[in-house]
């Protein structure tokens, strides 16, 4: 089993820039695909961006994709997401989630952070 602990977010203006981390314990996060979706108010939670275990291997959503990247450090076992030129449809509550399967179903993801605020204002 593995624990995700999420930690940035937070507000910011249009076209400005915010990282979010997300720390695994319990297990190595190199065993997991890790994915990062969101979740806007009223709105179901989407994919955003997943990393491969071990070879950097990337896919994006397509509203990520030339704005935010996720990478990973497996020897600080951290997965991180850049976002920049950020907009006012980003803003939801951010989860990071691990899986062994990976893909950008939500259900294939066995463990999840608690969620981030990032809150993009005009």
């Known amino acids: 089993q593995v624990q995700l602990v999420q930690s940035g977010g937070g507000l910011v203006q249009t076209g400005g820039s915010l990282r979010l981390s997300c720390a695994a314990s319990?297990?190595?996060?190199?065993?997991?695909?890790m994915g990062w979706f969101r979740q806007a108010p009223g709105k179901e939670r989407e994919f955003v961006a997943l990393?491969?275990?071990?070879?950097?291997?990337?896919y994006y959503a397509d509203s990520a994709k030339g704005r935010f990247t996720i990478s990973r450090d497996n020897a600080k076992n951290t997965v991180y997401l850049q976002m920049t030129s950020l907009k006012s449809e980003d803003t939801a509550v951010y989860y990071c989630?691990?899986?062994?399967?990976?893909?950008?179903?939500?259900?294939?993801?066995?463990?999840w952070g608690q969620g981030t605020q990032v809150t993009v204002s005009s």
């Open positions: 319990g297990q190595t996060a190199s065993r997991y695909i």
């Open positions: 989630a691990a899986s062994v399967r990976g893909g950008v179903d939500l259900v294939r993801y066995d463990y």
């Open positions: 990393i491969s275990r071990s070879d950097g291997s990337t």
